[in-house]
């Protein structure tokens, strides 16, 4: 297992399309978690899963943005109606449910919105 | 959102030097991450500590649960150029399993 694998790397769309980002975690993790990152900044929390379920959402989530993992496998993150202020990299993690927790962080999206 | 607070902003300091850095919250967390970030890559986990007080070394890096369980520290020795980066620490409180990031200490080692 090469970790968590995030698909693309870099998205530049128009504002006002749709873009939808993919994420494969670690085989064996059950938690899955988005995050957005602006230049200077550290990554903010998005939403997380345990196995399908999305258990929390954060108020940065706004109506234009959805996240699913229908099988408790991979997952997506959509955006709906981009502006430029979505302009950012997004980050996907992974973590094994268990007491000690590690998260493991992908590559990241880049999204560039022009 | 919600961010913690670290310090240093930032440090430049001469190869071989030790840096240390630390991260502060008004919050209890039940665990604390360390990670180093380069230019246009997900961060990469350094350290892991789930106890407070808790000690733990990775090679050059150690870093520390703080007693009150609201700070952590970060300790680099003997610095080398490839420790340039962002490093920012990231904790998790009980009843979630997010974790909140801070806004990074970013290093810069002159050969």
């Known amino acids: 297992d090469t970790g968590v694998s995030q698909d693309p790397r870099h998205k530049i769309t128009k504002r006002g399309q749709n873009v939808t980002f993919r994420c494969d975690p670690i085989s064996e993790h059950n938690r899955l978690y988005w995050y957005r990152q602006t230049l200077g900044q550290g990554p903010e929390f998005l939403t997380y899963?345990?196995?399908?379920?999305?258990?929390?959402k954060s108020r940065l989530l706004s109506d234009r943005f959805s996240a699913e993992r229908p099988k408790g496998s991979f997952s997506t993150l959509e955006i709906q109606r981009t502006e430029q202020g979505d302009s950012a990299m997004y980050l996907c993690?992974?973590?094994?449910?268990?007491?000690?927790?590690?998260?493991?962080f992908g590559q990241g999206t880049r999204l560039t919105v022009v | 959102g919600q961010q913690l607070n670290q310090s240093p902003q930032s440090m430049f300091i001469q190869e071989g030097e030790d840096v240390s850095m630390n991260c502060t919250s008004s919050?209890?967390?039940?665990?604390w991450l360390w990670y180093k970030q380069e230019p246009g890559e997900g961060p990469v986990l350094l350290i892991a500590?789930?106890?407070?007080?808790e000690l733990t070394s990775n090679g050059r890096l150690t870093a520390q649960f703080g007693i009150t369980r609201k700070d952590s520290f970060l300790n680099i020795s003997a610095s080398i150029p490839s420790d340039v980066g962002i490093y920012f620490c990231?904790?998790?409180?009980?009843?979630?399993?997010?974790?909140?990031f801070g806004t990074g200490t970013r290093l810069k080692v002159l050969a």
């Open positions: 899963f345990q196995n399908e379920a999305q258990l929390e």
């Open positions: 919050s209890i967390f039940n665990t």
């Open positions: 500590l789930y106890k407070a007080g």
């Open positions: 990231a904790g998790q409180t009980s009843g979630t399993y997010k974790y909140i």
């Open positions: 993690a992974s973590s094994f449910r268990a007491q000690d927790t590690e998260a493991f």
